[in-house]
Structures are given as C-alpha cells and as structure tokens.
C-alpha cells in the first residue's frame, strides 16, 4: 500500500456540521484539525499526550445494536480524525457562544470564579458537559471522576468544582450524610449568621440545565451506521496509510500481511509513542468497526469481554454485572473496578481499549497483574486459527512485548468468576492519586482449602518492578499449602525481598521505596484477607488494624471577606466580587490567546533545535533539513544582525549557541518550514556533532566542591552569631534540600513575529509578562530601533514568572526568522521543549545552624543558601537577594545571618517563579524552627509564636514595621481552624492507629511587595474616551490569569463614575503604553491601577466644566459636549512608584512598599504503607488590606496554595546523571490535579484592615500565600513524627521537599523500609540526580 493513493471519504460531524475529508491524513489528530483546519481554536493544545486535558471535546456515536447514542469525552490531542468516521463531535463551541446562548456549564464555572487565565476552561467546560450529557444530575463523586483528568494551574480547582457542584442534586453537600462525616453534620464553629455573609456567586441566577436544548446527534450518522453495505476504509496520508476493516476475517488477513502494522485502537500508547518517540507507521490498521472485538459474553464460569471494549466500557459493565451475583464471585470484577477508577482519565479510559492496554504490556500496567492474578486469559485469531492464551507470568516477555505471535490478534478476555474462598484485591501506589501512572501496582488472589485458613493457591502480580509486569512466583510457592497467618506471611516478605530485586540504578528510580510498597502492599492484602477471614468466622484473631482509604469527598468551603461599605455606590464595582472580565468568552472558547490568532499569508512554523550534551563543543550540519519538504530555512547564531548575546550582571547568554553548549536542551539553531509537523521533521534531521567537554557541574555540591558560582554572591547579617552561639542553651544544625518547581503554564510559550513590510517594522504577537523587555530584545537582536517594534499581549494561558526573560529570547529568535525570510513565523513551544529550555524555579540547598534556648527563644541563625542557578544568570542574583531579604519570615532572631550564592551549573537556566525565591527562603527557616520544636519537645506553634515579631518592628536589612496584622492573621487562624482542639484530635487518631497518622500544622508569612529595583514599580496607563461614550483603558499590566484587566476596570469604573461594561481593555501594547515594567512581584495591580487611577481623574476633571454646565446630563452627553468643545478625550496616567532600595553593603535598605501577612492551618492523613496522603482541611487567614475584587483575590490565594502544595509535596523534576530532563510532559510531571485538593478549603480574608500604602487600601496577593503550600509539607512531617515515635524513633529527623509519597513513607521507617538494604551512596550510577 503506498501513500499518494486515492483514499475514501473521510465523514464525520463537528458541532451539527458535516465533515468530509477527501484527503485525510492518519497523522492528523482531531486538536490540530480542529485548530488549524476548521479554526474552531476554543479547544487547547496544553500536552499533547492525553495528560492534561487542555483539549477535550466530546464524540458521540450512534450503536445499531442497542440503537441508543453514546458521548465520551476525549484527549483530541491523541485521537487521528481517520477513527471519527460515522461519529458526531462536540466541541466548546458547540454547546454555547455569547453570540447566540451560553451554556450553564459555562456560564457556572465563569461565575463561580473557576477561570482565571482561562486556558483550562474549554476543557474542563467539556469534560463537565459529557458528564451531563450521560448524567444530567451527578453526584460530587462522578464530578470529580470526570474532572480528574483536567489539570488546571491557576484556580486550585475549588471554585471550578463549585460551579459544578450547582448541577448535583443535592447542591452544596458532600452527599456523605449517613454514611461518615457529612458537611451537613458540620456546624462551622465560626458561623452564626450565614445569611449575612457576602457571597462569591449567586447561585439563583444561573440558567438551568435544559437537555432539551442540547444538539441533536445528525440523523444522516445513524443511517449510515444502520447501513448494512459496511467497507473498508483506506486513507492516504503523506507517510502514513490507514485501514480500517470491517469483518475479524479481513482484519485477520491485513494482520498477517503486515504483522508490524499497528492495531490502532485508543491510540493512546501508538499516539504518543509516533509523537514523542518519533516512531513512523507507514500503515496503521484500524479495528474499531469489526464487531467482533466489542461482544460481550456471559458463560457460567465468567464472562467473555471484546478487547476492543474500551477500558471505561470494561468499567461499566464490571459494575453492572457485579451486583448480579453473589460477592464470593466478584471478587474479581471487584478487584478490578478498583484499578481501573484510578487508572488514567476519564478521557483515556473512554478510549483505551481492554486489548490495547494488554498488548502494551507496559511495565507499570494496573490492569495486567490483576488479571494475571485472576487466572484470566485471552482469545486470539491469526490466518494459523483460534487459541487460547493464559495471562500468566510467561505472557509478559519483557517491555512492550508478549508472548503472542506479531500476527495474532486479541479476540477477547475471559474474567472468570471467583469461589468460595478466594479473595482478590488490586492495590497501586501512585506519584498522584489520580491520573498518574503507578510507582507500584499490583494483583493479588489467594484461595483456600474449604472453610480454612490454609492456602490452596496464591498469585501475585506486580507492576513497576520490572521492565514488564512480573510474578512474585517464589514468594507464591513460599504461601501455597500454609496457614495464612504472621508466620508464613513473615516469611514471604523476606523470599519477596530476595525475589523481586531492582538494581540501583534502575530505570525510574525510587528503587528504596518501589521495594518496600511490593511488602506493604502485601501487608495491606494480608489485613484484607484477614478481615475477610473474619468476617466468614474461618479465624477469630483480634485482628490489626483495619485499614481504610484516605477519606476523598470535597465538601462545601467558606469563602470570607468584608461587605463593601453601605455608603458606596451601587454602582461602584471597587471591593465587590466582580467576574474575571473574560471569563466567559474563556468558558465558550472564543477568548483569544497567542496561538489562535489566525494564520496570516505565506506564514511559517519555527521549530527549535537543542543540544543533546551538558557540556560540549558542537558542529552543526544544516543540509538534510534544508532538503525536507516544507523547509524553508534554518536560522543560527550567524544570521543574527545585532546582539547575539544577552548580558545580565556582565554574563553573557547567547540565544542561540555557537561553538559551545553548556546544558541539555541549549537552543542550538531553529527551523522554519510552512507546517508545523515540516518544520519539527526539519529540526529532528539538523546533525549535531558533539566533542565533550570535561566536568560538567550539576548539584550545588558540585558548585561546592568546584566553587562554580556567580557573582555577586551576597551577605547579610545583624547582631553577631558567633558570639550568640556561645551563649545559648542548646545549638543545632541541619540541612535541606528544595527542589525546583516547572511552571508549567497551561499555555506554553508562543509568539508570532510579523513583519510589516516597510522600514524594518515588526508587529509581535506575544505571550509574555514584560512586552517592553520583548520589544527591547527583538530590536537589540535586530539592530532595530526599539520604534520599529510592537509587542502586544492580549492575554496568557497563565506565565507565573516564567514568560519574562526567557520568553524575550525566544522571540528575538523568532524575529530573526522573520527578518530572514521576511515572512511572519510562529512559534509555539510542544510541552517538551518548554519544559526542556525554559527553565524553572530554583532548587535550593539550605544548610542552617541555631542556637535557642530552653524556654523556645531563637538567639542566633547562621543560614547557607545555595541556589541552583543552571547555565545562566537570568535573574538569579535577584533570587538570591530576595531569598535573604525574607530568611527572618515572621521571626525576630536578633542574631541573623544569611549568606546566599546562584550556583552555576551544566543545566537549563533557571528563572523567575512566583515566590521568586521566598517559598524557598522561608522553607529552610520554618524547617529550622521545627527542629528547634522537636529538640526541645515542644509545639512547633508554639516555638513560632514565641519568636515572631512583636510591636513595632524592625527587620533585619533595618526596615520599620508593624506585625500587628501578621499576629492578627496567627491568632485568627487559630481560632478560625480551632486549631488547639484538632492537635488534640490528630493526637488521639494517631495513638489509635498505627499505619494511619494525621498531622497538623499552621504557619505564618509576612511577604515584602514591590520590587527593590525602584524603577521597576513605575507604570503607565492610556485611556481614551471615544465619542459614543466608550472607553478604552490600556495600561502596562499584562493579563494572566490574575484579573488584572478587571481590577482596572473596577477602577476606571469608580473613577470616571460610569458602570464597567461602558469600558474596555483590548490588549497590552508597547505602542500605546511605553517603557512599562513587568507583571509581577504582585504590584501589577498597585501600580497600573495607579496609573489607571490618574488617568481617569485627568480626564474626569477636564468634563468638570461640561459637567457643571448640565449637572444632570448622562455621561454620553457630557462627552458629546466635550467633544464639540474641543476637550481632549485621552489622557495618559503615569505613577512614579515608592522610592526603594536596598544597599548590599551596608545591608540596610527599605526594599519593600509594605508587607503582606497571613497565616495557614492544615491537617493531612498519611498512609503510613504507601506514603500516600490528602489534606483533610486547610484555613487560610490573609490580610489583604481592603480587596479590590475579593473573588479575584481569593482566586489568586486558593491557586497559589494549592501551586505551593504541588511544590512542596509533589512536584519533581528529575535529571538524568548526564543532565537531560527526564520529566518533559505531564505523564511524568505532576502538578496537583482536583483529587489534591484540601477536602475543606477555608479562606478568610482578614476584617478590619487597610494599607495606606496601594490602590484604595489593597495589598498585592499574586505571590505570598505560595509558600502557605508548604503547611501541608509540615503537617505530612507532623504525621511522619508521630508514625516514628511508634517505632521508637524521635528527635529531628530529615524531609526534602517536596514531601512526595516516596518521601514519606521512607521517612516513617516503617518495618517494611528497614527491611529494605540501603546501597552505599558512590558505589553506583543513580538514575536520577539530586540536584
Ligand atoms: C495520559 C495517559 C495515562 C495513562 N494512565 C495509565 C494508568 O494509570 N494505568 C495503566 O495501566 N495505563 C495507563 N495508560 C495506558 C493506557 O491504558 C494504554 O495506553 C491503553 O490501554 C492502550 O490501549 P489503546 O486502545 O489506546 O491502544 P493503542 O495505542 O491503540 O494500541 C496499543 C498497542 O496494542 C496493540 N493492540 C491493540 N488492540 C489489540 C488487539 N485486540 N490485539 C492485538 N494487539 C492489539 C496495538 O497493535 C498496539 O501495539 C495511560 C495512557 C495515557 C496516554
Ligand atoms: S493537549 Fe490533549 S491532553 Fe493535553
Ligand atoms: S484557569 Fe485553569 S489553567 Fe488558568
């Protein structure tokens, strides 16, 4: 079969609207078709591999059989338009528009505050409306099943789910009552009067749900599905040809003439394997419309399930069948439900086939060891006949492969039923509950002799052990024929600790801690069995704890903060719970970033190429790429007219590398080509030739060691530590290590390079925090005058620091490609490469020595500082001075000193990070104070209270203040979490349980705003007022998510005393508001608003005399008049900024506008067996001043804790020993997801306070309460503690952060860890470094 042939006819709907694709393409997924072919942009690129959910649509089928239709969510992104034939697709712009009607999907999850930068919305809008397509009134857990597999990196999920939460029936409950702990049951202990309590969103308002209105599935799809003339479908693509047969014996046929032709099902292991991997099918069949695979077939001895049946309708029909029959039987069915609610998403399950998840023989598979443990087996076909295959331990071969024949093909699964007697229980430990692969999994089943405690037949199953799934045959053998009692099991945990080995250096790591879960999820099946034992009188033990899952229902959360006052206008919007002025064009799809603005004529596609080596000297070889089709050009360091460097601190970067690489993933050169796959197959055939250098430097041991630091490192201290260390009581050190945080923006960085065609003019379209540094670099790279370019910023998919500095590189590179062709050249970044190139926050080694005394009182610190800088400086020495300025916290140590260096290593350059060096610095301060705590036995909330600042203060760089709200915010926590009273609980659970602990913490801030660079807090504002009245505000903020844009309306709205909706923002453009600084620092808001401010009054006061002429006049009639007057109707606003500074060496300074305070309480539950935890409830206190919108400020402090609790427990980058990037996707990188969520999430605003200081007495919110995350790293510490005294062990003891499950549950030292040997650090390669 050949490509270039005539194909079929590709058909299928889009929103009611019929496709038909002559022409096309298995290469080609649905995201791309829909984005780039029907320009439907509303649904998002955010991954590509199917793990964040940026691009869900819904796909409806019509099935003869049943004659009933059918809706799914999908990852578009992995599904390839040849599947979709017959199927109807739903996309975000299909359910709703503000053109015609919104959606209540869309219009709840917009105003109950759940979009920010809205780059998730669409998705999570999608997976929500397929919910209620198939359940119009779900419950909370079916709603956070379906939202599982949406990540979300700015809201923290909660106010999404509330939106959603409207839809069940019993909205606003837990739906618990009962059966345990119901929301109902709670009575908030600060709560008497609800009803007077200023609501976010009113929830009376919202359309209802009509099904009635939904689009109807085309009639013309089900005619052609009850159409019997069924034929094999062929397309031709560029490389790759499909078939999609229509009968088992014609797929039999096309799979023995091309036993390397994929079966493509789900597509969900061929999908990403072809895009990540490279790998090219010339020929993919399809065996989705051969019937044969989907029967369903029930003997007496189990059931016979299709392979083709996709994992969600394996699900489905499990829970269907299982209340059918006696439990003994489905033990099995039950097993097995267990695994697949936590395997994948929703969406991948809806198309991940039962055969396919099989045959992918993944090491980590959940399926597999359950059915191999089960006794299932599998029905396969080839052109040699029919047999049957038992899913045991000589199926699975190795990675990827089975014992099967290329040729053969899975028919069915046969999951038989259990007996009397047998139990079976699948367990997974996994990095995240949800959507993450498994660290371990397993399948276990054991039988026995009737009525005894004797076993007849064991088999366990484990995942994650191997390079596929594995039989812990051995330890089987040492169970079979014994008592299942302490004894026997005592011995298979030692034949499993020899049997199931993994080297040190195995690939995945965590070779420690994947040991010890094959023991204590062993341990977990032995209480089960035990209990089940028990529970059939075949023993009468006092049997060991029972142990169950961590609790998992989100219930309802407070929301607190002040009633505007009763004097204020109603139609002054300042301080009310204002909408994000976007949000719902966000929900509908029609918000416009970065990568959706149309294609202009003739434009290309930049791809970039990166270096492989840490340290090397490089050749370059450009003529294959050149050669390719599509290839336009291939851009180096060569072709760039100006700066070819950027130089911070007198360091150079240079934007594309030369002669030299200092880091895996160092842009090298970029391709340009008229698609994006061309210019991506253009950068893969540039032949790099590497000559490595010596001694590449990756940990800050290594910077240590080989002293590789920038400079200026820098000093502080005040008092004299080395005289206080000789008169405190007691003194300590400690060490700890923090790792870096990806940004992980859902958006990736994008941009669009224009050139106008005349005088070196250059229009760029970019998403990034600080257009003016963009604007200055592309013209610095071009050798331009800064007056040939304009940046403009409509809005980002969310930047948290990380589209400043490394996003201007990027796009200077961009213009070069632009100047050389002088063509528009677009370059988006794929996941990968983003989170390869751009850096992230900084990893920090903190080393601490203090000295206290016996009544709690610090005298003396002495902290080190060592912040892994990466290849470049970027602003690192600015990180460094922000790490010092904070390492007090809330603490009034009057023996300080702080010494902090940017280490400069062999890897990507690492950059700003809301927090900019804060969650760090506080991190190692709050960790010391907790050392001094458990030295000295006491409350570590007692140590902090006795340390902080009290009274009028000063800190340690001589800056004046007063604590008195940050010691509000502590003692209204404590009241507000009824903190005193849940220590004593946590205390009492954790001496009746063993295996379980919870534990509980509560943490203060205080976080200085502004930037210490004075002439970073200026900012400029333009508004026009046109003739109709209309106003158009532009200012130098740029929009992120924050709410920016609607803070700045609310106060043009009380300024020009006209409602919002007469005012507008566009964008944020270099040529209408100059020289601006960044988004950041969270003084966006103090200083545009500002300028907003003044603008608005310029102009207010020049309608005066209009004004006074006809007092009564509307606005428009005013303006009208103005106009005839000849009154200017624009006026620039411009605010100068607080004068700060800070002087190094005489390490005094006022760097600070004013201090944001607050204060976070929470308490986890641990599975001490697993690591596994859930924050059970969190109270977070904040004094904000008077907020400007308070719906946006707690957006931004409920998305903050929740970015801080990814940092802190979850979230690792990993680096090979060579320096690359292992975790480049969201497959291996997890960001928390809606199942991390506190269970309750409080969040009050603290009364009563104003700051002279900003905007109409409000304080800067965007960064602080990152660093709140981390109460949940000590509240897993407190649980941890409490799990080691049981085992006899007390004092400090040593957490990094982030706290993973791995982590953790190490660090209880629980029997099963120690029995794990330790290799000696040196004596092997690890596979990931600690960086
Ligand atoms: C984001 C993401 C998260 C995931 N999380 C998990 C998880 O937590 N746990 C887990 O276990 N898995 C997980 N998976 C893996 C997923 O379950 C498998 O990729 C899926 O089951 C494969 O099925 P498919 O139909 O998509 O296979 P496809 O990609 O369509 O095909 C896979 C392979 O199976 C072969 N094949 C398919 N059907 C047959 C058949 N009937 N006979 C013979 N060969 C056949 C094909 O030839 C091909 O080689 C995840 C995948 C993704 C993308
Ligand atoms: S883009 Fe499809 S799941 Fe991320
Ligand atoms: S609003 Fe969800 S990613 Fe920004």
Redesign the pocket.
């Known amino acids: 079969m050949s490509a270039g042939t005539e194909g079929d006819t590709l058909c299928f709907f889009i929103n009611g609207k019929k496709v038909t694709e002559n022409h096309a393409d298995p290469e080609t997924m649905l995201l791309s078709f829909l984005r780039e072919k029907l320009r439907l942009t509303g649904t998002k690129y955010g991954c590509g ?3 964040c959910g940026a691009c869900t649509v819904m796909v409806s089928r019509y099935q003869p059989a049943t004659k009933t239709i059918i809706h799914y969510a999908v990852n578009a992104c ?1 599904l390839p338009i040849c599947q979709l034939h017959g199927a109807a697709v739903t996309t975000v712009e299909g359910i709703g528009s503000t053109k015609t009607r919104i959606h209540p999907v869309q219009e709840r999850i917009a105003k109950a505050h759940g979009s920010q930068c809205g780059f998730c919305t669409p998705g999570m809008v999608m997976s929500m409306y397929a919910l209620l397509r198939n359940k119009p009134q779900p419950s909370m857990e079916d709603i956070t099943q379906a939202l599982a597999g949406n990540l979300c990196r700015c809201t923290g999920y909660r106010p999404i789910v509330d939106g959603c939460r409207t839809f069940c029936q019993e909205a606003n409950c837990c739906q618990t009552n009962g059966g345990g702990d119901c929301c109902l049951d709670v009575k908030d202990e600060t709560d008497e009067q609800d009803d007077e309590k200023p609501q976010l969103f009113n929830k009376d308002e919202f359309l209802p749900l009509d099904p009635t209105q939904e689009l109807i599935f085309p009639p013309e799809l089900i005619l052609m599905a009850e159409s019997s003339n069924l034929k094999t479908l062929t397309f031709y693509g560029e490389r790759t040809s499909w078939v999609s047969p229509t009968s088992l014996d014609e797929l039999v046929q096309l799979r023995s003439s091309n036993p390397k032709a ?11 394997d072809m895009k990540f991997k490279g790998v090219l099918h010339p020929l993919i069949i399809s ?1 989705t419309r051969v019937l044969e ?1 989907f029967d369903v077939t029930q003997t007496a001895q189990g059931v016979w399930v299709g ?2 049946c996709s ?1 969600s309708e394996v699900q489905s029909l499990l829970e269907k069948l299982a209340p059918q029959f006696p439990e003994e039987k489905t033990e099995l069915f039950r097993a097995l439900i267990r695994q697949l609610r ?4 929703q969406q ?1 399950r809806n ?7 099989i ?2 023989a ?1 090491p ?5 060891p359950v059915l191999a443990a089960g006794n299932c087996k599998v029905s ?1 076909v080839s052109n040699g006949g029919r047999r049957e295959v038992h899913l045991n331990q000589d199926f699975f071969v190795s990675f990827g492969k089975t014992v ?1 024949k290329p040729e ?4 069915s699964v046969f999951i038989p039923f259990t007996r009397e007697g047998e139990f079976v229980s699948a367990l997974r430990q ?1 990095p995240r509950k949800e ?4 660290t371990v ?1 397993t399948g276990m089943r054991v039988f026995f002799s009737e009525r005894s405690r004797v076993v007849q037949e064991v088999s366990i199953y484990y ?1 994650g052990m191997g390079p596929t799934t594995v039989s812990a045959a051995k330890t089987c053998a040492a169970i079979v024929s014994k008592p299942w009692d302490d004894e026997t099991l005592g011995r298979a945990y030692d034949v499993l600790l020899d049997e199931l080995v993994l080297p040190p250096s195995a690939p995945g790591g965590k070779v420690e801690f994947r040991r010890s879960l094959t023991l204590s999820l062993l341990f977990k099946f032995n209480l089960e069995v035990l209990q089940k034992l028990r529970e059939m009188n075949v023993i009468k033990d006092e049997l060991p704890e029972r142990i169950r899952p961590l609790p998992r229902d989100i219930q309802p959360s407070l929301q607190e903060y002040q009633h505007v006052s009763k004097d204020q206008s109603a139609q002054d919007p300042v301080g009310r719970p204002i909408m994000h002025r976007s949000a719902i064009s966000q929900a509908t799809g029609e918000a416009v970033y970065c990568d959706d603005i149309p294609r202009t004529d003739g434009e290309l596609f930049m791809a970039v190429v990166t270096s492989s080596r840490a340290h090397a000297k490089i050749t370059l070889d450009v003529s294959e790429a050149l050669r390719l089709p599509g290839v336009v050009d291939v851009i180096t360091a060569k072709d760039i007219p100006g700066k070819k460097v950027r130089t911070v601190f007198g360091y150079d970067e240079e934007l594309l590398a030369e002669s030299q690489v200092s880091c895996v993933g160092q842009m090298i050169c970029a391709v340009v080509a008229d698609t994006k796959a061309h210019a991506k197959r253009g950068a893969a055939a540039v032949k790099i030739s590497y000559e490595d250098l010596p001694d590449p430097v990756f940990t800050a041991e290594d910077t240590i060691e080989k002293s590789s630091f920038f400079e200026p490192r820098r000093v502080i201290w005040r008092g004299n530590v080395t005289e206080a260390f000789k008169t405190v009581d007691q003194l300590h050190e400690g060490e700890i290590r923090m790792g870096g945080q990806e940004h992980f923006y859902m958006e990736t960085q994008s941009m669009l390079v224009v050139p106008v065609g005349e005088e070196t003019e250059f229009k760029a379209y970019v998403s990034t925090q600080w257009p003016t540094l963009t604007q200055d670099a592309i013209a610095d790279t071009l050798n331009i005058p800064s007056n040939r370019v304009t940046c403009h910023v409509k809005r980002m998919g969310g930047a948290f620091g990380g589209k400043v500095t490394k996003t201007s590189i990027l796009a200077s590179i961009t213009a070069v490609a632009a100047l050389k062709t002088s063509r528009a050249v677009r370059f988006v970044l794929e996941r990968g490469d983003d989170m390869l190139i751009t850096g992230a926050r900084h990893p920090v080694l903190g080393r601490y020595k203090v000295g206290f005394m016996m009544d709690g009182s610090i005298v003396a610190a002495d902290i080190q500082y060592y912040t892994n800088a990466g290849n470049s400086i970027d602003e690192s020495t600015l990180v460094v001075e922000k790490i010092l300025l904070h390492m007090d916290n809330a603490y009034n140590i009057p023996n300080l000193h702080g010494r902090a260096s940017a280490c400069r290593t062999n890897l990507p350059s690492n950059t700003a990070f809301r927090g900019f060096g804060v969650p760090q610095s506080i991190m190692i301060v709050e960790n010391m104070i907790n050392d001094v705590a458990v030295l000295l036995g006491r409350p570590a909330d007692q140590i902090r209270e006795i340390n902080m600042y009290k009274g009028p203060s000063v800190t340690h760089y001589k800056m004046e203040f007063s604590p008195e709200n940050m010691l509000r915010c502590w003692d209204d926590c404590k009241v507000k979490s009824d903190f005193s009273a849940r220590r004593k609980a946590v205390d009492q659970f954790n001496q009746q349980n063993r295996w379980k602990k919870r534990g509980i913490a509560i943490i203060p801030i205080k976080y200085g705003i502004a930037f210490a660079e004075s002439f970073l807090n200026q900012a400029g504002a333009l508004v026009h007022v046109y003739k109709d009245g209309s106003v158009l505000v532009t200012h130098g903020g740029t929009e992120m998510g924050q709410g920016i844009h609607t803070k700045m309306q609310q106060v043009a709205s009380r300024e020009l005393h006209i409602p919002t909706s007469k005012i507008y923002i566009s964008e944020t453009s270099t040529n209408t508001v100059p020289n601006t600084c960044p988004s950041a620092a969270s003084f966006g808001t103090d200083a545009n608003g500002m300028a907003v401010k003044n603008a608005c009054m310029i102009l207010y006061q020049r309608l005066e005399p209009i004004r006074q002429k006809n007092p009564k006049g509307s606005w428009e009639s005013w303006i009208n008049a103005a106009y005839f007057e000849k009154i200017s109707l624009s006026a620039t606003g411009f605010y100068r900024g607080p004068d700060l500074y800070m002087d190094w060496d005489k390490m005094e300074g006022q760097p600070y506008a004013y201090f944001t305070y607050a204060t976070c309480c929470c308490e986890v539950e641990l599975d001490c067996l697993t690591g596994d935890y859930r924050t059970v409830r969190t109270d977070i206190v904040v004094d904000i001043g008077r907020s400007v919108n308070p719906s946006v400020d707690i957006g931004q402090i409920e998305g903050a804790f929740m970015q801080g609790l990814g940092l802190y427990t979850l979230e690792e980058l990993k680096f090979s020993p060579s320096g690359l990037l292992y975790t480049r996707g ?2 291996q990188y997890k960001i928390p997801a809606v199942c991390d969520v506190p269970l309750r999430f409080n969040v009050y605003l603290l009364p009563d306070s104003s700051n002279p200081h900003a905007i109409y007495s409000s304080k800067g919110i965007g960064e602080p309460i990152v660093f709140l995350g981390s109460t949940v790293f000590f509240a897993i510490k407190d649980a941890v503690a409490a799990a080691r005294s049981d085992s006899g062990l007390v004092g400090p003891f040593s957490l990094d952060s982030p706290a993973t499950p791995e982590r953790a549950c190490l660090a209880c030292a629980s029997p099963f860890t120690k029995k794990i040997p330790v290799s000696k650090p040196g004596s092997f390669k690890p596979w990931a470094l600690n960086i």
């Open positions: 591999g199917g793990g992995l994929p079966l493509v099902m789900g597509n969900t292991n061929i999908g990403p065996p695979l392979a083709g994992l936590n395997l994948g998403s991948i198309v991940a086939s039962l055969g396919g998840n045959m992918s993944y980590n598979s959940d399926l597999n396969v099967l053969e093909i899975i028919v996994a959507g993450a692969f498994a999994t995942g969201p497959s």
